[in-house]
T-cell receptor, first 113, second 114 residues
């Protein structure tokens, strides 16, 4: 069965510092991996995806994520956090054999000025 | 351009009533997903359509839940005999192609069953 774990309910960083939001996953086959962001009073927005190829993928707003097959992780990173990055972040996984997409419970990111 | 729209945005139903939730995907998007999001949780997959074909309905929690997309565009999620545990935000997402990698989400319908 597919599953996603986001071990941190909340991450606090100072503006200008690097940020990491953690995600680990479990699928029976090869994974497709995604990050979505939800700003207050707005719908979920796609940030980036890993389908195949380079383990480091770049997405919107300066975010990137690294796929690590041996550790079954797909952590979201940004070199320099902005206050405007404060939002709720969801990691999601899909088995390459289907369309059922499993989301984590979300991690709330607070960036302090 | 226009994004995914959902209606109604809020719905209050008495326990036992039937409800119908509508999703208008982005024009031309082949793939359509429905999710249920409980408070403080991530979206939980309900069902997936490719055009009018419902290819995966494994996430529908009971036979009270039914979804359709008869002409491959607008979709309706119907819940019969609503129960309090059905209270949640119901999200619709569409994606351009059959690979459905990048999903565009609507604002959701908040269902409250009293």
């Amino acid at each position: 069965a597919q599953s996603v774990a986001q071990p941190e309910d909340q991450v606090n960083v100072a503006e200008g510092n690097p940020l990491t939001v953690k995600c680990t996953y479990s699928v029976s086959g090869n994974p497709y991996l995604f990050w979505y962001v939800q700003y207050p009073n707005r719908g979920l927005q796609f940030l980036l995806k890993y389908i195949t190829g380079d383990n480091l993928v770049k997405g919107s707003y300066g975010f990137e994520a690294e796929f690590n097959k041996s550790q079954t992780s797909f952590h979201l990173k940004k070199p320099s956090a902005l206050v405007s990055d404060s939002a709720l972040y969801f990691c999601a996984v899909r088995d390459t054999g289907g369309f059922k997409t499993i989301f984590g419970a979300g991690t709330r990111l607070f960036v302090k000025a | 351009g226009a994004g995914v729209s959902q209606s109604p945005r809020y719905k209050v139903a008495k326990r036992g009533q039937d409800v119908a939730l509508r999703c208008d995907p982005i024009s031309g998007h082949v793939s359509l997903f429905w999710y249920q999001q409980a408070l403080g949780q991530g979206p939980e997959f309900l069902t997936y359509f490719q055009n009018e074909a419902q290819l995966d309905k494994s996430g529908l929690p009971s036979d009270r839940f039914f979804a359709e997309r008869p002409e491959g565009s607008v979709s309706t999620l119907k819940i019969q005999r609503t129960q309090q545990e059905d209270s949640a935000v119901y999200l619709c997402a569409s994606s351009l192609g059959t690979s459905a990698y990048e999903q565009y989400f609507g604002p959701g319908t908040r269902l409250t069953v009293t």
